[in-house]
């Protein structure tokens, strides 16, 4: 049973790629023989699974590794071998006569940054995370990668309308959590609530969520976690690739995206483009003006062997334009009172459109890469990657005249990365990593906007030096890691006078990471793991300096030069039980934080020429947050699966005894899933599913820390269809998703729009890919 | 070779991030510094101000607020001045408002009943602006008038003609509150 599962789960992870088959020409005689070995020990493989896509069938290895495929045609067959513990390994296979092959499986743990799949419950892994389902992320190529990310327990998304949104991890964002596109952490400005993520989900094939022990590689501001994306090596020898078109009813968005990928002899290439376009979504009852967005994506990978070196070239540009809802523009204090005493939003209309006016923002995001690794042994490697990015944000304000096309803010951010990383693993499960990484960041403001900056700018210099250690005896897998950043930061801010004077300032600090794991295979059944990071983090720039007044958030922010690095510690444990019908994991934490720089609303206001603002400014408190994640999966019979998915957390500036402001509130899932494994008429792969997702309110807050109290809790209900037209060498695959099906009327306390408007009502999106 | 490398690239990096950068300090052209609120008095002629300067701009140093006396049971001819004083030349906000004076328009909140107004311009729709206006005083009283300056209000929402800015919307320009007396 467990076998079929995996089956089928590893030709789903195969419908990315292709399906290719030629008709029976002669006689169908041939047989395919061989043995599988573990690349470092040489010992044979048993019980692994050799699948000839082209019979949809496999064969599993005996216990001398060997497996037979008989009865094959003349003709091309791809062949997926796998183990547990092991990296896949995909074959192309020109059959002209009889083949006896030797097939290496490398060693799963080998490689850090090798993909988790997560139905391998068995498997002992040093990290705290998810990888998000390949099916799943089809189904998600006309949203937000936020969307996406918040379907793993523990992630919700933080948003300033239905275009800018960013994850939320364990309760943190911005500037604790780290974004990796390719193995490059993205360079980006991550720091206000306004800003989103500057990824295009819609091209990726590998999503994983880290909720912690991930800062190792990714650095200090990796404190809650990271998301991990990134494309597939390309394997095969054939011309596939995929396009898939959209239309999402809420926003009537648009979107398109395609992808060409193969691999001749050494050289392997891949490209990619997409493009969204959605208009004003609407809420049950009006159209929310000015909501819309756009971008556009693309970008191209090439690959090369060359004995013992490989060679990676990657390049992606992002390019988005993001309406801000026009109801939320307004200015001082009065105004924000009177937008929230309001049942309607101003300027909400019954009309739709695909205008994006002032406010908007309009970022470019470029990432140029280059990877070589060189296999010094059959232990060891050596990789060096080098990435250049270019940040480009615009955003436009509500301004007068002339100045309305002209950018209130207009940042552009120049970053460079390189790691030289060496690799070494030996026999008996050893595991050894250590490396050097260089940043060099340069923050500008482009001149032109008319106005003083937000943020001044500044240069980071970042060396760090890592080195990890990981060991698997028997039912236990241990992993230590150490990290150390030499953070300096030169920073140009304008002293504000009657006479504005630029000072030049110098921040240094000295940031390390200590990350402990363990885990054990307490029986058969369960899997228990208690991970420690010690993480200390240095201040960022807006928290150091920040002044004035952000986007319509109608609040003056200041920063505080004397913000010291925060120190964390995170306890996290995972616990997994798993039969045959039912698996639950739990996931509790308790996350120590010393030094918590926040955004603390102060007594006094601001008195400007627009009227009395907020004022906020930084300060750093102990605070504490502990939470449990809970995912129950159920098999009630063979064609139907039940999910419930729980996630829960507290906050407390323990300084000041109060609750920490926007923490998620906790949040109650349910599914059912109907996946027949016969055909329904000519439809294959068929699964129906309806969602229920309750968000609680978050009760956890004082009445003098927001505006408003948080809004009430929801129950959404989703129902989604996904089903092969066709199911060939071609595929045709159709996605139909009703979400909040009731089209009820909620606001969401994770959105900063909830104070002057509802959120979007029910959307209907219909989506063909067609994958070759 | 790779050491080579690594030091070269140190080195390009130190040497970058010790040229101190050229920050341009921007002009900020479109702000407003100054608010005069010019009240003549219809049967004399005589004028009285209520002037904000804040030419830091926003933080910084605080705003200066000054206020005349106004005289009770009188009508003044009130006309409103923004200037940005923190250029040079000042630079005559005034001029940017009536170029777009459809999408303008000036609230006066009164917290006294013995000071109203009544617009005395129009945009080039036909609505109130507000540059222009009449204020009416009373019996001798004192308290708060808030001048206010909408960017894109909703000039066809209710009230929105007569002064009622509840229903207006749109950006804030301009919102100062002088602390009056009338004698």
């Known amino acids: ?772 | 070779m790779k050491k080579a490398h690594l030091t070269v690239m140190i080195f390009a990096l130190y040497i970058s991030s010790c040229k101190p950068k050229e920050v341009v300090v921007e002009n900020q052209q479109e702000f407003i510094t100054t608010v005069i609120m010019t009240f003549t008095d219809n049967s004399t002629g005589v004028e009285k101000q209520f002037t904000y300067k804040d030419l830091d701009g926003d933080g910084g140093e605080p705003a200066n607020v000054s206020v005349e006396p106004l005289m009770a049971n009188r009508t003044y001819q009130t006309q409103i001045t923004l200037l940005n004083e923190g250029v040079s030349p000042t630079e005559n906000i005034n001029e940017e408002i009536l170029a777009e004076d459809e999408e303008h328009q000036f609230f006066f909140l009164s917290t006294s009943s013995n000071l109203s107004f009544t617009y005395a311009d129009q945009d080039e729709d036909g609505n109130p602006l507000g540059l222009s206006t009449l204020f009416t005083t009373g019996a001798a009283d004192s308290g708060s008038l808030t001048a206010i300056l909408r960017h894109e209000p909703d000039k066809n929402a209710e009230g929105v003609a007569g002064g009622m800015i509840d229903n207006a919307g749109g950006a804030i320009d301009v919102e100062v509150a002088f602390d009056f007396t009338i004698q």
């Open chain 1, 1 to 772: 049973m467990l076998r079929l599962h995996l089956i089928l789960q590893y030709s789903s992870l195969l419908l990315l790629l292709c399906w290719s088959s030629f008709n029976c020409i002669a006689q169908c005689a041939f047989t395919i023989e061989g043995t599988l070995k573990d690349e470092v020990s040489g010992a044979p493989l048993s019980g692994a699974t050799v699948y000839v896509r082209e019979l949809s069938a496999g064969v599993v290895t005996d216990q001398q590794g060997k497996f037979a495929i008989e009865q094959l045609c003349a003709q091309t067959y791809h062949l997926n071998f796998s183990h547990l513990g092991c990296a896949e390994k995909q074959m192309t296979i020109e059959l002209k006569s009889s083949k006896l092959l030797s097939v290496f499986l490398h060693h799963h743990a080998a490689d850090l940054q090798e993909v988790i799949v997560e139905d391998h419950a068995h498997e002992l892994d040093a990290t705290v995370g998810e990888q998000i389902a390949p099916s799943l992320i089809l189904e998600h190529k006309g949203a937000q990668l936020s969307e996406l990310l918040s379907t793993t327990s523990g992630v919700q998304v933080l948003q300033n309308g239905k275009g800018i949104s960013k994850p939320i991890v364990h309760g943190l964002t911005n500037d604790r959590l780290v974004v990796v596109q390719q193995g490059v952490p993205l360079s980006t400005q991550s720091w206000g609530s306004d800003h989103g993520i500057e990824v295009d989900g819609s091209m990726l094939n590998q999503v994983k969520v880290l909720k912690g022990a991930s800062a190792l590689r990714y650095g200090p501001e990796a404190l809650a976690g990271a998301i991990v994306t990134a494309y597939s090596k390309i394997q095969d020898a054939h011309l596939h690739g995929s396009v898939t078109n959209g239309f999402h009813s809420n926003g009537r968005g648009l979107f398109s995206s395609f992808k060409l990928e193969q691999k001749r002899n050494a050289f392997a290439y891949r490209i990619f483009s997409g493009y969204k376009n959605f208009g004003d979504f609407n809420t049950p009852e009006y159209y929310l003006t000015n909501s819309g967005y756009r971008n556009f994506s693309g970008g191209l990978q090439l690959q090369k062997n060359l004995n013992r070196h490989f060679f990676e070239l990657y390049t992606s540009v992002l390019s988005s334009e993001n309406g801000v809802l026009k109801a939320s523009q307004i200015g001082n204090l009065t105004d924000l009172q009177l937008a929230i005493q309001r049942e309607e939003p101003y300027f909400a209309t019954q009309e739709f459109s695909r205008l994006i006016d002032p406010a908007h923002q309009a970022a470019t995001h470029s990432i140029f890469k280059f990877k070589h690794q060189y296999t010094l042994s059959d232990y060891s490697k050596l990789t060096q990657s080098y990435a250049f990015q270019i940040n480009n944000r615009k955003e436009f304000d509500n301004r007068r005249g002339a100045f309305r096309y002209v950018p209130a803010l207009d940042l552009r951010k120049w970053s460079h990365f390189y790691e030289l990383v060496y690799q070494k693993e030996s026999i008996h499960d050893r595991q050894f990593e250590t490396g050097l990484q260089f940043v060099f960041q340069d923050n500008t403001n482009v001149p032109g906007t008319a106005t003083l900056p937000l943020l001044p700018d500044f240069r980071l210099l970042r060396p760090a030096y890592f080195i990890g250690f990981k060991k698997q005896k028997d039912k236990l897998l241990f992993a230590l890691g150490g990290r150390y950043d030499f953070n300096l930061l030169n920073a140009w801010p304008i002293r504000r006078g009657i006479v504005n004077v630029v000072e030049q300032t110098t921040h240094i600090n000295h940031n390390v990471v200590l990350s402990g794991s363990l885990q054990a295979a307490t029986s058969k059944a369960t899997r228990l793991r208690v991970n420690l990071d010690v993480i200390s983090r240095a201040a960022k720039m807006h928290e150091l300096y920040s002044d004035g007044l952000h986007q319509g958030v109608a609040s003056y922010e200041q920063g505080n030069e004397q913000l010291d690095s925060e120190q964390s510690m995170k306890l996290s444990a995972e616990f997994k039980i798993f039969g045959h019908k039912a698996s639950l994991k739990v996931i509790p934490y308790v996350h120590l934080i010393n030094n918590f720089i926040y955004l603390q609303a102060q007594d006094s206001f601001l008195l400007t020429v627009r009227g009395a603002y907020p004022l906020f400014i930084y300060e750093s408190n102990d605070a504490i947050i502990r939470g449990v994640d809970l995912d129950f999966k159920y098999q009630l019979s063979n064609a139907i699966n039940a999910r419930m998915m729980f996630d829960y957390l507290k906050g407390d500036n323990l300084e000041l005894d109060m609750p920490l402001v926007q923490m998620p509130g906790a949040r109650l899932r349910y599914s059912l899933e109907y996946a027949p494994q016969k055909k329904i008429g000519f439809l294959q792969h068929t699964r129906l599913s309806l969602q229920c997702n309750h968000q609680f309110k978050q009760h956890y807050l004082n009445a003098d820390q927001d505006f408003i109290a948080p809004p009430e809790g929801y129950t959404l209900v989703n129902a989604k269809l996904s089903t092969h037209l066709i199911n060939t060498k071609q595929q045709l695959i159709l996605n139909v998703q009703v979400q909040n099906i009731f089209d009820i009327t909620y606001r969401s306390y994770l959105n900063r729009l909830r104070y002057f408007a509802d959120e979007p009502g029910r959307s209907v999106n219909v989506q063909l890919s067609y994958v070759f």
